[in-house]
């Protein structure tokens, strides 16, 4: 019978691997306003009450890495932490937000649940350790350029740290230009080291780059790998969501929408109980 990854709770309400059911991550992916994110607060906690499952909200106060100079990048530390502080009161959501250096970790220790190191900064050693001594959880996005066992020093170094409230996303590699490839292997892979594992479906169906000054994607696709990603036993999705996606200021060409995202749930739920049966039971997993 294989392991399941050890319990991680975030806040008072949200626990994920243990064995538990999956959980999920989800919201805009950048503060586009208050109004706005104060509505997709209450929108996904209206689904996650109705499907049942538990829900962290995400949305970034900054958007740091963007293709073009000119892209939008959300209102910064100060102004979006008050906003995500406000989704909280509003709807008792945790809250995810990235963080990209040590003093914005600091900061944002103080009001979120679980900071997340971006792709790209995943293994910048300062901010991964500052993450991880605020005591917040700590959710690492593997960099699309690491294979799944790179990903062992990246949790060495939040426990050294003096943590073990880490989290890895898998959330595409790239093997060419302008693409990304979820290999379903490195989800069973990247398990067997521990610390919870979560599918990030939006990103992985993103093609960097490809839309000239923006990335395109193919968000039609993300129930199917969704689904694969149930079947192979994560511990939780992540899922941009935005109520008009065409016209989000970030991400445009990944997000999905509330309908596709309550659909993507009820789907991936119901997979992730047979998943969970068959590693009870002993079966190859």
Known sequence: MKSPTRRVDVGRSVALGGGLPTAFISGPCVIES???VLRMGDLLAQIARRQRVPLIFKASFDKANRTSIGSFRGPGLEEGLRILERVRDATGLPLLSDVHDEGQARAAGDVLDILQVPAFLCRQTDLVAAAARTGRVVNIKKGQFLSPGEVKPLLAKVEEAGSR?????ERGTTFGYNDLVVDMRSLALMRDLGAPVILDVTHGLQR??????????TPELALPLARAGAGAGVDGFFLEVHDDPPRARSDAATQITPEVFERIIAAVTRIDAIAREGERDGAPS
Not at 165 to 169: I, K, P, S
Not at 208 to 217: F, R, T, V
């Open 165 to 169: 409230l880490a989290l890895v996303t």
């Open 208 to 217: 960097p780059g490809a839309a000239g000054e923006k990335s395109g994607g």
């Open 34 to 36: 208050a109004e706005h």
